[in-house]
């Protein structure tokens, strides 16, 4: 093994010669007699890192690839932070897993696992949606739950997601808690993989039935939908876990011509008809979009593969199918359940709605059109969770969301939840339709009232070492020579959420800023523009986030209006060198 490092020498002796199964030892050493250094070296170079929101990996043999063991080791960690927390109760988890390749069999040994650290599990029969873990951890009262997904990452991944007793994930400081009880689990050893089957429950059909009630409660246009019914939708849960959740939810909203993509109804953790089951990239709705020609249809929608997030298409008003972005979606949502609930008479001046910093700020400014709160928190779903936790039972959550396509209605979860998103997207289609509109036409009609904003997206890749260093380097740049002026505005104002404070520039007027240290900046410019950068934590990236906005005269306005905000914007990007 000279061919190696040596500490990668000694982590792979270590299983060789440790309690692992000789499957396992066997494809170590068949892949030592082929000479796979490179393979091995990555395998084995260090230990898979549990982070703050757990596990995701490349499936495989080694201590840096998901598999038994490393899920294993996260489970025994997990329960051993629930026995510390929890000392004097009969602990309850719920475990839930999507359509990934070895879900089902890694999903078994994390439930073996509790079981045999004396826990209840309460076990998904099949496949299920994450936000219906989010639900059933709520439900049954339990004080934990795991998810096994990789979200949209491609299929050789696969993912282990922790959730507290809110049914949102980990945070601070528990979050830090249960890292630290992982990175104690000193080998296979330390694991107890006898599962007590007598600790074990089987769930399904019958939280199903309770998810679904409490979606169809969330419904606020009963009678469009009626006179609607029959509205054209096509659907596709892209391999994943949305059809199992989404076609009995829209049927339950009563939803009579829904017509699903066959070929992507059928679970595959290979994903084979798409390039990366990511309902961001049009790739994935290509299909979908090609059966709504074919039938004419009025509505496109489909999940990613855990379902806690959806991508939308529809036709604008030349009879061209064009793909929402995630702020575009969003902010239509928001936009309509205010107005619903404006007119339901149910506005009371006690209800909120959250979203992100790098979330379009038209939410913020139609929330205050309507007297609700807008709250921001930072980027990651769990900490609108861990708002919502906050303020449960102190003030009333409407609807949440960020730009990355993940969407929150009502308060039956703590995390994004693609389910209740689709079945209000398409009410949002049937009421529109019943006014004689359609979804472009309500989102354009919603720029003309309350600003035209216009966000953009842009990943900057740096691979390997110096390439983290590069990043580290532009951050440290923009905090001690900010850029003067972008796409032709004056800066004016700096947020640094890591040092937690916003900067006037003009007057040297520094206000805190009351939310946790994060590696993200923001330039305010005189026009209000708002610029994001920040450092991906899961990626070689560095992600800059583009919302400029102006007044639209009128709806007839649109698209030279957009042209000269997509230009604006390019002047941005150009500013920045990015």
Not at 205 to 225: C, M
Not at 471 to 483: A, C, E, G, L
Request: glycine share 8%; proline share 3%.
């Amino acid at each position: 093994m000279s061919a190696l490092e040596p500490a990668v020498e000694q982590k792979i002796n270590s299983w060789l010669n440790g309690g692992y199964d000789e499957e396992t030892k066997a494809a170590i050493r068949k892949m030592l007699d082929q000479e796979q250094f490179t393979e091995l070296t990555d395998a084995f170079y260090k230990d898979l890192e549990f982070g703050t929101g757990g596990l995701r990996g490349i499936m495989g043999i080694g201590s840096n690839r998901v598999n038994k063991y490393t899920f294993g080791a996260a489970t025994q960690g997990l329960s051993n932070f629930l026995k510390n927390t929890y000392p004097d109760e009969n602990i309850k988890v719920a475990i839930a897993y999507d359509c990934r390749n070895n879900s089902d069999t890694l999903a078994q040994v994390v439930a073996d696992v509790f079981s045999a650290n004396g826990i209840r599990v309460y076990f998904f029969e099949a496949l299920r949606p994450t936000p219906e873990l989010s639900f059933a951890i709520r439900e049954l009262g339990c004080q934990s739950g795991v998810v096994l997904t990789a979200s949209h990452n491609p299929k050789e991944y696969n993912g282990f997601k922790a959730y507290g007793s809110d049914g949102g994930q980990f945070v601070a400081p528990y979050d830090k808690m249960v890292m630290e009880e992982v990175q104690k689990i000193s080998g296979v050893d330390d694991i107890k993989f006898e599962g007590v089957p007598d600790n074990i429950r089987l769930i399904g059909k019958d939280i199903d039935q309770l998810f679904l009630d409490e979606l169809v409660k969330l419904s606020v246009s009963r009678e469009a939908i009626e006179r609607q019914k029959d509205i054209s939708i096509v659907f596709s849960p892209i391999h994943g876990t949305g059809g199992v959740s989404v076609p009995p939810a829209l049927e339950a909203y009563g939803f009579e011509n829904v017509t699903l993509v066959e070929e992507q109804m059928v679970v595959d953790g290979n994903f084979p008809t798409v390039v990366y089951p990511n309902p961001e990239e049009e790739d994935a709705l290509s299909m979908a979009m090609d059966k709504a020609r074919e039938i004419d249809a009025e509505l496109v929608m489909a999940t990613d593969p855990d379902a806690d997030r959806v991508g939308i298409a529809v036709k604008n008003d030349k009879g061209e199918w064009i793909l929402f972005n995630g702020n575009m979606t969003g902010t239509l949502i928001i936009n309509y359940m205010l107005t619903a609930w404006k007119k339901a008479g149910k506005l009371t001046g006690n209800q909120y709605i959250v979203k992100t910093i790098v979330t379009s700020y038209l939410i913020d400014r139609i929330a205050e059109s309507y007297g609700v709160d807008c709250y921001n928190t930072l980027t990651g779903f769990k900490y609108i969770g861990e708002l919502m936790t906050e303020l449960e039972g102190k003030k009333e959550f409407i609807a949440g969301g960020e730009e990355s396509y993940g969407y929150l209605i009502g308060e039956h979860v703590r995390d994004k939840d693609a389910v209740v998103s689709a079945v209000i997207i398409a009410e949002m289609a049937a009421y529109y339709k019943d006014q004689g509109s359609s979804l472009f036409e309500a989102l354009v009609d919603m720029y003309v009232e309350h600003g035209f904003f216009k966000e953009k997206l842009v990943s900057v890749t740096k691979k390997g070492k110096s390439g983290a260093e590069e990043i580290q380097q532009m951050m440290k740049d923009f905090r001690s020579n900010p850029p003067k002026t972008l796409g032709g505005s004056k800066v004016v104002v700096l947020k640094d959420y890591q040092s937690q404070e916003e900067k006037n520039l003009e007057t040297n007027e520094i206000t805190p800023i009351n939310l946790p240290k994060a590696n993200v900046l923001q330039f305010v410019t005189e026009d209000g523009g708002i610029i994001s950068a920040r450092p991906s934590g899961t990626e070689p990236k560095i992600k800059f986030y583009c919302s400029v906005n102006t007044s639209l005269e009128s709806t007839d306005k649109y698209y030279e209006t957009a042209a000269s905000l997509d230009f604006v914007i390019d002047s941005i990007l150009k500013d920045l060198g990015v």
